[in-house]
C-alpha cells in the first residue's frame, strides 16, 4: 500500500480489512478519474486569478451502458448546506445513471454542463429516448482557490471520465480535492475500502474532505489538538463533505440510503459535529446493474441482501468513511493558494509520535 496512508505506517481502523488498493475501486468495476486545474499566477487577460481546483469522477461501470443500464443508489443528507444535483432523481427513483463528479462549489453549472455533454458522447440516445439528469456534488475550496472566476471548463468532466482507472486512486490535493481544507489542514480527496467475508462483498469509499475544526480532529479516537496543532487555517468551521460509498453486494435503493446515512458515522468519528455551514450528502450505489427499457441486467445471479445482514456492510462503510478521511489529510501536501495563503500539511511525524504514544501503532 502506498506510504501515504497512514495503514502502511501501521494505524489500523476499525476491524474489517480493506481490499488490495484499499480504495473505492476494490469494487469491481468502478473507476476514478481527476482533472487537477493549478494555476500560480493571475492571468488578467483571462480574468482569471490563482486556481486551486479540479474535477473527479466515480464511474460505477462502463460510461457507455449507464443510461440504458443504470446501477441501483440511494442518498442520505447529514447536513445540508450543500449540493449534489440529481438528488432527487435518486432519492424518487433509486437509479444512478451517469458518472459521479466532484467539482468547487461555483463550478457546479460548468461541469453538469459537462457531465450531459459527456453522456451524449457515450451514448447516442441519451437527449433522444430520455434525458438525464447528472450527478455533481461539490464542497466549497475558495479559500485556495479563486471562485469568482470559474477555474474548470465543461470539457474536462468528460477528461476525467476517459481518464478514470481501476486500481490505486489518487489522493490528497489531486481533482476535486486540490483546494480543499479539513480540520485546520490541507484536505482534499479520501478513498479506502472493506471486505465483508459475511456477505461476500466489498464496500469502498471515496469522499471530498474540506470540513471540520482542528480542535475535533481524531486519528483512530486520538485527539490531534492541542499536541500537533492546526495548519493555520483561521476561518470558522464549516466546509463540506461528500462521500460516495460503493459495493458489489446486490442491494436495493431503500438498503442503499441506509448505507448511504452510515458515512455520517465515519465522518463522526474523525470528529465531525456537522456545522451549520457544512454540508455532508452522502450516495451510495451498487455494481450490479438494472434493467431499463427491455435491456437485461448486466447481474442477475446474486439475490438481494436480507436486512438482517446489513449489519457488517454497515460497519464496512463507516470503517472505510474514517480511513478516507484519514488518507485525504495523509496525502495532502502544504498548499499555497490565492493571495498568497498557505494550509499545511498535517505533519506525518508528530503525528506518528502521537499515534504510537497511545499505542496505535
Do not use: Y
Not at 481502523?13 to 500560480?40: F, S, W
Not at 463533505?241 to 460503493?246: G, K, N, T
Not at 451510495?284 to 438494472?290: H, I, K, V
Amino acid at each position: 500500500m502506498s506510504e501515504t496512508t497512514l495503514r502502511a505506517h501501521g494505524l489500523r481502523i476499525g476491524h474489517l480489512e480493506p481490499g488490495p488498493a484499499n480504495a473505492i475501486t476494490d469494487v469491481g468495476g468502478v473507476r476514478v478519474g481527476h482533472i487537477t486545474v493549478i494555476r500560480d499566477e493571475p492571468d488578467p487577460p483571462a480574468g482569471r486569478g490563482a486556481a486551486r481546483t479540479g474535477v473527479t469522477a466515480i464511474l460505477p461501470g462502463p460510461a457507455e451502458s449507464f443510461f440504458r443500464r443504470p446501477v441501483p443508489a440511494g442518498a442520505a443528507v447529514l447536513n445540508g448546506a450543500g449540493e449534489l444535483t440529481g438528488f432527487l432523481q435518486v432519492s424518487e427513483w433509486g437509479l444512478l445513471e451517469t458518472p459521479v463528479f466532484l467539482t468547487s462549489t461555483m463550478a457546479v453549472g460548468r461541469v453538469f454542463d459537462g457531465a450531459v455533454a459527456a453522456a451524449c458522447e457515450a451514448d447516442a440516445a441519451v437527449g433522444v429516448d430520455d434525458v438525464v439528469i447528472p450527478i455533481v456534488g461539490e464542497c466549497d475550496d475558495s479559500w485556495l482557490n479563486d471562485a469568482r472566476t470559474v477555474q474548470v471548463e465543461a470539457a474536462d468532466a468528460a477528461r476525467a471520465v476517459r481518464g478514470a482507472t481501476a486500481g490505486a486512486v489518487p489522493q490528497g490535493c489531486v481533482g476535486a480535492g486540490t483546494g480543499m481544507v479539513a480540520f485546520g489542514w490541507k484536505g482534499g480527496i479520501g478513498s479506502s475500502s472493506r471486505v465483508v467475508p459475511e456477505v461476500a462483498a466489498t464496500v469502498g469509499v471515496l469522499v471530498l474532505a474540506n470540513f471540520g475544526s482542528a480542535r475535533d480532529l481524531r486519528l483512530d479516537g486520538v485527539p490531534v489538538f492541542p499536541a500537533i496543532g492546526d495548519g493555520i487555517d483561521p476561518r470558522p468551521p464549516a466546509g463540506s463533505c461528500i462521500a460516495v460509498v460503493a459495493t458489489d453486494a446486490p442491494l436495493q435503493p431503500a438498503q442503499l440510503e441506509r448505507l448511504a446515512r452510515r458515512a455520517g458515522l465515519g465522518l463522526a468519528r474523525t470528529g465531525s459535529v456537522a456545522h451549520h455551514g457544512s454540508g455532508e450528502i452522502f450516495l451510495a450505489f451498487s455494481t450490479p446493474a438494472t434493467a431499463r427499457d427491455g435491456q437485461p441486467p448486466l447481474r442477475v445471479d446474486r439475490t438481494v441482501v436480507p436486512d438482517e445482514h446489513l449489519n457488517p456492510l454497515f460497519a464496512a462503510a463507516v470503517e472505510a468513511t474514517e480511513e478516507a478521511v484519514l488518507n485525504a489529510l495523509w496525502a495532502a501536501v502544504d498548499t499555497e493558494g490565492r493571495e498568497g495563503r498557505l494550509v499545511r500539511a498535517l505533519p506525518h511525524a508528530p503525528v506518528l509520535e502521537l499515534l504510537r504514544r497511545h499505542g496505535r501503532l
